[in-house]
């Protein structure tokens, strides 16, 4: 048996577990970004109904984002 | 007695405000003379917003368009496969990594949607009884306000070009400060020519 290539599969999934997972952390970040922008400018302008609406898809916008991340680490 | 001094203060928000023509602002109002529920930061108590404007709805069809192609691409990807005689699900491993990608990429696309949207949301003209505000939502990360008083604005003007704009009604609303103050320009803004007689009008009571 040649332990080498399968050394080198197990390495190569594992190169694109951790790029997938640093990927998905990235953006995890960046919806946080995005919920402290839509925060910010609720405040500038006030909209009642309409900046809650805002701010609870962006809320859910992280927990996907996080969501996806543990799914990711649990499932890969 | 303080209730004196109070009430002139109301009634000229009254006089400011015109009832017969107000409006509520819902998610996609681009074009609100006296609207209803909508204050400013930096609005003070006796303020009242105559204006408030923002692109028309029209313009976000590029992203819309886009939006819609990039979430039946990977359905019509899946179709195709088969044709090619690349069966992906073969392996379990490629079946767990191809789960991920389609759930990051319906992700990355959701918040492209959710991001082009709040950037055509918070691009926001108001035209109050004192001033004149401008606030850009350029970038995710980059966000600025300006704003000019009406005594200080000199000249209103507005361009509508192009078969869409003329068929849909809308333009791009310039308004020219004195002095040093920024120069507003608004672009793509529904009933433009209303718009730029309601800013007329203010700025010649004042």
């Known amino acids: ?52 609406i805002l701010k609870i898809i962006s809320l859910m916008n992280i927990i996907l984002a996080i969501s996806l991340f543990v799914f990711a680490i649990v499932i890969l | 007695m303080p209730d004196i001094f109070l009430a002139p203060k109301q009634n ?27 204050s400013f930061q930096t609005q003070k108590p006796h303020e009242v917003i105559i204006l408030f404007l923002r692109s028309h709805f029209a313009t976000n069809s590029s992203w819309i368009i886009f939006t819609v192609i990039l979430l039946t691409l990977p359905i019509i990807i899946n179709l ?38 709040l950037h055509w949301f918070y691009n926001v003209l108001i035209v109050s009884s004192e001033r004149i505000l401008d606030i850009d939502y350029s970038d995710i990360v980059v966000h600025n306000m300006a704003e000019a008083k009406l005594s200080h604005i ?11 704009p003329s068929f849909v009604n809308y333009g791009n609303l310039f308004v020219q400060t004195a002095g040093t103050e920024e120069n507003f320009e608004v672009r793509s803004i529904p009933k433009p020519r ?13």
């Open chain 1, 1 to 52: 048996m040649d332990f080498n290539f399968f050394n080198s599969i197990f390495s190569a999934n594992l190169l694109i577990k951790i790029i997938t997972l640093i990927a998905i952390l990235f953006y995890a970040i960046f919806t946080f970004v995005v919920f402290t922008q839509v925060k910010v400018m609720t405040q500038i302008l006030h909209l009642p109904h309409i900046n809650g």
């Open chain 2, 12 to 38: 000229e928000k009254r006089k400011m405000r015109d009832y017969a023509n107000e409006s509520h602002v819902n998610i996609f109002s681009s074009f609100c003379q006296n609207p209803i529920g909508v």
């Open chain 2, 80 to 117: 195709l496969l088969p044709l090619f005689r690349i069966d992906f699900f073969s392996s379990p491993t490629v079946v767990r990594f191809t789960t991920i990608y389609v759930l990051f990429y319906y992700l990355m696309v959701s918040a492209y949607a959710f991001i082009s949207f």
């Open chain 2, 154 to 164: 000199e000249d209103v003007r507005y361009t509508q070009s192009g078969f869409i």
């Open chain 2, 194 to 206: 209303e718009a730029t007689d309601i800013i007329t009008e203010l700025t010649e009571k004042k």
